[in-house]
């Protein structure tokens, strides 16, 4: 069984800046690639940001782009997602994904992943 454990979230003001970072434990395995989702209060999950191990291949959603970085470590399963120049509307519970898989979907659904993380929220405040 693999885990993912997210931390780093909290509350914080209107343009400033927080990181997040996410760990697999367990039975870890090679993934493909890891990426973050977030879900607002009466929302559906949305993609937030992946990176693809094989070259190093980054994606983001239009929302956060410029805003939002994402890194990693494939050999230590690891992920980050740093978040600048926050706005309200990006409150929401974080989650981290891997997958081991390159699924046609693709990384940018959430039927791309194969493990999930608990969340952890993060709350901007204007």
């Known amino acids: 069984q693999v885990q993912l454990v997210e931390s780093g979230g909290g509350l914080v003001q209107a343009g400033h800046s927080l990181i997040l970072s996410c760990a697999a434990s367990?039975?870890?395995?090679?993934?493909?690639?890891m990426g973050w989702f977030r879900q607002a209060p009466g929302k559906e999950r949305e993609f937030v940001a992946a990176?693809?191990?094989?070259?190093?291949?980054?994606y983001y959603a239009d929302s956060v782009k410029g805003r939002f970085t994402i890194s990693g470590d494939n050999a230590k399963n690891t992920v980050y997602l740093q978040m600048n120049s926050l706005k309200p509307e990006d409150t929401a519970v974080y989650y981290c994904?891997?997958?081991?898989?390159?699924?046609?979907?693709?990384?940018?659904?959430?039927?791309?992943?194969?493990?999930w993380g608990q969340g952890t929220q993060v709350t901007v405040s204007s």
């Open positions: 994904a891997a997958t081991a898989t390159a699924y046609f979907i693709g990384l940018r659904s959430i039927t791309g992943y194969d493990y």
């Open positions: 367990g039975r870890t395995v090679s993934s493909y690639a």
């Open positions: 990176i693809k191990w094989s070259g190093r291949n980054t």
